[in-house]
């Protein structure tokens, strides 16, 4: 009797089948890993003293790329209420932030011809960093910000604030009780959403006929060249293409009509979006260019993503092998900045305060606490100046020529600065 011919072994499940996760956007079943950044905690859930004996939640930060519509993403783990109800993060304490917000809105009024019979809306609003250069024009603005703490300061400087969180049922309920808007924007909240379709839904719901969107949001291709991924963490669901992003907007009866690609967060995107149909302008020759640099890189095709993880993993063994050995040498090691995505890198690698003695941050909201996760110290940025240590590691690499100017006097004593993304290099 012949022996039975061996068969091959069939594919296992990925965890994202196994927990039957699906797109957020087309609902195709999601299959093909991008990077498995292990498991972490939520990033901006700071821990204060009397928790540091407390069990902290982790959740995977597994993000994975459809293979119908090409959306990168991660699984719903955590109700936004829980990430943004009470939120850690201001935006005013970045001046170069705030610089960019005085410039869009310089922009905004020359080219749309914004007037005091104007209405402006900011959708994930914070602070108020942004709307109050509007005040200051004499423009009608409203915040929605859904973060109550965060609303309440923004009400301080003066700016009208709404905590709810933005979809079709918000969307309805602004435009009955004081009509549609001339301009809705978002600066990085697109890829905090985990319900996309509704978000996007609403935007057009609330914008006027002849109305503009802008959002801003990182690029995928810019993270994926310069090898961010750090800013991959639990309150940003989904990281998007120009190409993706289109395909959403359209699906929404929105256009896009014009595109600028900015510095800001490593790389990002601004969108112009427009009701589709007649009316719409036809797409700028940047919408063009962008479609087509994008289609040669292959964002169309999963090659285009799947060597994405190798050079993430290899950029944590070169961190951890510049730390140890400067640990090794007696060198000391603090952080400056406590941002979600330091978060992200400290806890993918494995840093702990035996490696990064601790770090500061300008909000005092975020001094006194620890480091979600790591349970690495955070100080008012004085503590640099009492301990001279001899590297100062920039969590916030994208405000890397604000931080280093702010703190150049760490040189007076030989201290450099080291930055970990794309590659640990230290600053001369």
């Given at each position: 009797m012949a022996s039975p011919v061996p068969t091959a072994p069939a594919t296992p499940p990925s965890p994202a089948e196994l927990a039957g996760l699906v797109c957020r956007f087309c609902q195709a079943p999601l299959r093909v890993s991008f990077v498995d950044l292990g498991m972490s905690p939520l990033c901006q859930r700071h821990i204060h003293a009397h928790e540091l004996n407390a069990m902290e939640p982790f959740f995977p930060l597994h993000a994975y790329v459809c293979e119908s519509c090409f959306l990168v993403q991660l699984g719903e783990y955590v109700a936004p209420e829980e990430i943004f109800g009470f939120y850690h993060y201001f935006s005013s304490y970045s001046d170069s932030w705030l610089a960019h917000a005085k410039r869009y809105t310089e922009q905004m009024i020359t080219r749309l011809g914004l007037d005091g019979n104007s209405r402006v809306a900011e959708i994930a609003s914070n602070d108020g960093y942004l709307l109050q250069y509007f005040a200051e024009r004499g423009i009608p603005c409203l915040g929605i910000e859904p973060a109550a703490n965060v609303a309440e300061a923004a009400r301080a400087r003066g700016i009208e604030t709404v905590s709810r969180f933005f979809g079709t049922e918000t969307a309805r309920s602004l435009r009955a009780e004081r009509g549609p808007v001339d301009l809705?924007?978002?600066?990085?909240?697109?890829?905090?959403?985990?319900?996309?379709?509704?978000?996007?839904?609403?935007?057009?719901?609330?914008?006027?006929?002849?109305?503009?969107?802008?959002?801003?949001?990182?690029?995928?291709?810019?993270?994926?060249?310069?090898?961010?991924?750090?800013?991959?963490?639990?309150?940003?669901?989904?990281?998007?293409?120009?190409?993706?992003v289109e395909k959403v907007?359209?699906?929404?009866?929105?256009?896009?009509?014009?595109?600028?690609?900015?510095?800001?967060?490593?790389?990002?995107?601004?969108?112009?979006?427009?009701?589709?149909?007649?009316?719409?302008?036809?797409?700028?020759?940047?919408?063009?260019?962008?479609?087509?640099?994008?289609?040669?890189?292959?964002?169309?095709?999963?090659?285009?993503?799947?060597?994405?993880?190798?050079r993430v993993e290899a950029t944590k063994r070169k961190l951890l092998s510049f730390l140890i050995e400067a640990r090794e040498h007696g060198k000391t090691v603090a952080g400056y900045g406590a941002p979600g995505k330091g978060n992200t890198l400290l806890n993918y690698c494995g840093i702990r305060s035996d490696l990064v003695s601790y770090t500061v941050d300008r909000s005092p909201m975020k001094q006194g606490t620890f480091l979600p996760g790591t349970r690495i110290p955070v100080y008012a940025p004085e503590r640099i100046d009492e301990t001279r240590p001899d590297y100062l590691l920039i969590l916030p690499w994208n405000l890397v020529e604000e931080i280093t100017r702010q703190m150049s006097r760490i040189r007076e004593w030989g201290g450099r600065f080291v930055v970990p993304i794309p590659e640990v290099r230290v600053l001369d």
């Open positions: 809705l924007l978002g600066n990085n909240v697109l890829a905090h959403v985990p319900d996309l379709n509704d978000f996007v839904a609403g935007m057009a719901e609330f914008l006027a006929p002849a109305g503009t969107i802008t959002m801003e949001f990182p690029h995928l291709l810019r993270l994926m060249a310069e090898n961010q991924f750090d800013t991959i963490y639990h309150e940003h669901f989904s990281y998007f293409s120009f190409t993706v907007f359209a699906a929404h009866g929105l256009a896009l009509v014009d595109v600028e690609e900015l510095p800001t967060h490593g790389g990002s995107l601004r969108i112009y979006a427009r009701h589709a149909g007649p009316a719409a302008p036809e797409p700028s020759p940047a919408v063009r260019a962008l479609r087509r640099q994008e289609a040669a890189a292959g964002v169309s095709s999963l090659e285009f993503y799947r060597s994405f993880a190798e």
